[in-house]
């Protein structure tokens, strides 16, 4: 099946376009489109007549030109007819907004509209979904786009299966300042699934860190979907839902009782170097983080901090998660001490946590992650970053970054996200250089790393 | 791939819906997967003679189409020392509902681990390895990994456990045999893989490790419903 008139279509048509409900969700999706995104729409309705001075055509087959993408929001009951006539059109595809099916009981319904597809070579995303949000280009939800906290463009490509979840999901997104390079809500996922979005988004360019939302794969699904997964060259992030559910069925075996569905699910994704993010915040810093590093490390962690205090808690942290914070040898804490300043150099405690104290200038933090960048004995540099003392510049965060790459060590920092610190934030983030809001945040971000493989 | 005799065993078995204990075992030993010197004794001077071919101590246990738990009826008797006990032993399983004899197994040693399979719904196949003993169901510190497995697999089976270090010494505690282990999960894996959507589910509970050897004690083999 072909994907692109679906995810990049120049032509849309609205079925289920209301004339007296201005609140109908295929309003609400046709005005977005209509008014915002650059790509024509087209409004129906078997009725026809005139909407906000558009004609409303009767069916998708009296549209004049062609249709890559169709998005159908008419009732249960006359999906089939509509799906019928896109497929006679010669569409690309379509979404199905629709409920009232296999979540409320109908699933004959669901597995006549599938059976229609599959016999057209028709791909549909949905039922019972808010479909697909492309930063930029167009999107499918039916909430309106003021409402929305809408990411920029960027690199995470996010397939969920509830609708809620990823509009959530996207509110996290951006507070991180990550961006999207595609979001699909599945719904009832009753054609295209999973793993059909995760070899679409494999050999989708703009992509680079591909994210899901799982409650439950079908079956032997799962199977197919590590399989395919562990062969990619691109970081797959998953976080699943129904973590606690009890098998209701009495077990008579001990592996029955303790391989649980989700103790599978959990050891199976890490057999196959998934990233399982266990909640929003892991899912969002895990996919900060890889989007810019998508790499593996052992988790040999370099800290360098301003604060005694936190370069304790971060260390605290990273124990936790299983990281090592190695003490560093003679030879690497030499080559520190020649690079800072004088009035440091005696104070500055250059144990692992690298300890530059309140005194220290942006040259001292420059010195401290080119020779820890260059030294074998860390794999990943976390940096505690705050900017209170009057030594740090604004320019901290770009000169930071241009140090990194010139050593190529993973680098996360961590800066207090407020309005003022904006300049030295974007200074990492635009070169590069994930940042976290919080201690944890940042420890996550290093963390995405060492789960990023087969364990 | 498994003899038609072994399928056969494995298909008559369905009407109990598991397979009794000799014959998982065989079939385990068939595939390489180590068990313990055994026989199925069918009469009292088949066990004694048995139990003088293997070697005292023996274990004996209860082989029962209608006993799946051996331990809630004292269907296990471990150590037997001598004939004479062995005899009274005989008795007292003889009276068990379904008899159809005994099994007569040399005793074990070592750390006691579980090794398991099913089929997942998501996943399919399965494999699980853990601490094992009695406390297994509180601790519950396994690890699982889709079948087939690899070597690696094992590998990071036995560095993900939580008790990993009691199997590769520990005060005092020797460490089991890796590569006999591995062996074993390998082998079991094959097996598991051969089995198919037969099974619903296998233990192998205990499984004894030790320095020179791994050895499945007990196996459970639980059948598919069938349709």
């Not at chain 1, 899901?212 to 990619?232: D, I, M, P, S, T």
């Not at chain 1, 988790?299 to 560093?328: E, M, N, Y």
């Not at chain 1, 976290?436 to 945040?441: F, K, P, Q, T």
Request: hydrophobic share 45%.
């Amino acid at each position: 099946m072909n994907f692109a008139p679906l995810f990049k279509p120049g032509s849309m048509a609205v079925a289920g376009v209301s004339l007296s409900n201005d609140r109908h969700p295929a309003n609400v999706i046709y005005n977005k489109i209509h008014l915002r995104y650059p790509v024509k729409v087209y409004p129906v309705n078997p009725k026809g007549g005139i909407f906000k001075r558009d004609r409303v055509y009767r069916g998708m087959e009296e549209i004049p030109g062609p249709i890559d993408l169709a998005v159908i929001a008419v009732r249960a009951d006359l999906v089939p007819e509509t799906l019928g006539q896109c497929i006679r059109k010669g569409a690309g595809g379509a979404v199905i907004i629709s409920g009232g099916f296999a979540e409320s009981g109908r699933r004959d319904l669901q597995e006549r509209i599938a059976a229609m597809a599959r016999e057209a070579d028709f791909p549909f995303i949905g039922p019972n979904c808010l479909g697909i949000y492309a930063p930029g280009k167009f999107d499918t939800f039916f909430l309106p786009g003021e409402r929305l906290v809408r990411p920029n463009p960027g690199s995470v490509g996010f397939v969920s299966q509830s609708g809620g979840v990823l509009v959530d999901q996207m509110v996290k997104f951006t507070e991180q300042g990550l961006g999207l390079s595609l979001a699909v809500s599945i719904g009832n996922k009753a054609l295209i699934r999973e793993i059909d979005l995760l070899r679409y988004l494999a050999e989708d360019s703009a992509t680079k860190v591909i994210a899901f939302y799982v409650e439950g794969f079908g079956r032997n699904e799962g199977r197919a979907f590590v399989e395919l997964a562990a062969g990619l060259s691109k970081p797959v992030v998953v976080l699943k839902a129904g973590k606690t559910a009890e098998g209701s069925r009495a077990v008579s075996s001990h592996t029955a009782a303790l391989a649980g569905d989700y103790k599978v699910f959990a050891d199976v994704l890490a057999q196959h170097g998934i990233v399982e993010a266990r909640n929003e915040f892991e899912l969002t810093c895990f996919c900060e983080s890889l989007s810019h590093y998508p790499r593996t490390i052992d988790g040999k962690v370099g800290v360098i901090t301003v604060s005694g205090g936190h370069g304790a808690l971060a260390t605290d942290i990273c124990a936790d998660l299983g990281l090592q914070v190695p003490r560093l040898s003679e030879a690497v804490k030499a080559e520190i001490r020649a690079g800072l300043s004088a009035n440091i150099r005696d104070i500055a405690s250059l144990e692992n946590p690298v300890d530059l104290t309140g005194s220290s200038t942006d040259e001292d933090f420059e010195a401290a992650v080119s020779a820890l960048g260059r030294a074998s004995e860390v794999d990943c540099l976390l940096l505690l970053l705050l900017p209170y003392s009057p030594g740090i510049s604004s320019d901290l965060g770009a000169r930071l970054s241009y140090v990194h790459q010139q050593t190529g060590k993973p680098l996360v920092a961590y800066v207090p996200h407020v309005e003022k610190y904006r300049i030295l934030i974007e200074g990492f983030e635009l070169n590069n250089v994930p940042v976290a809001a919080s201690i944890d945040g940042a420890a996550f971000m290093v963390e995405a790393m060492r789960r990023c493989r087969p364990c | 791939m498994l003899s038609s005799e072994l399928t056969n065993m494995v298909d008559a078995a369905r009407k109990h819906g598991w397979v009794l204990e000799p014959e998982a075992l065989r079939l385990l030993a068939a595939t390489g997967v180590p068990v313990p010197r055994f026989a199925w004794a069918k009469s009292k001077a088949e066990t004694l003679a048995s139990a003088a071919a293997i070697g005292y101590p023996v274990v004996a246990k209860v082989v029962s189409p209608q006993v799946m738990h051996k331990s809630d009826v004292q269907g296990v008797q471990p150590g037997v020392p001598d004939g004479e006990r062995l005899a009274k032993v005989y008795d007292r399983f003889r009276g068990l509902p379904g008899f159809e004899g005994v099994v007569v197994a040399e005793m074990l040693s070592g750390h006691e681990l579980i090794v398991g399979a099913k089929v997942d719904f998501q996943f399919g196949p399965v494999i699980l390895l853990g601490i094992g003993g009695t406390a297994v169901e509180i601790y519950k510190d396994t690890a699982t990994r889709m079948a087939p497995l690899k070597a690696r697999d094992v590998e990071s089976m036995l560095t993900c456990l939580r008790g990993s270090r009691l199997l590769t010494g520990h005060r005092g505690f020797a460490a089991v045999n890796i590569p006999k282990l591995t062996e074993m999960m390998l082998a079991f894996s094959n097996l598991v893989m051969e089995l198919g959507d037969r099974i619903e589910s296998i233990d192998l509970n205990p499984v004894f490790c030790s320095p020179e050897r791994c050895t499945v004690a007990d196996a459970r083999i639980l059948l598919a419903p069938q349709g």
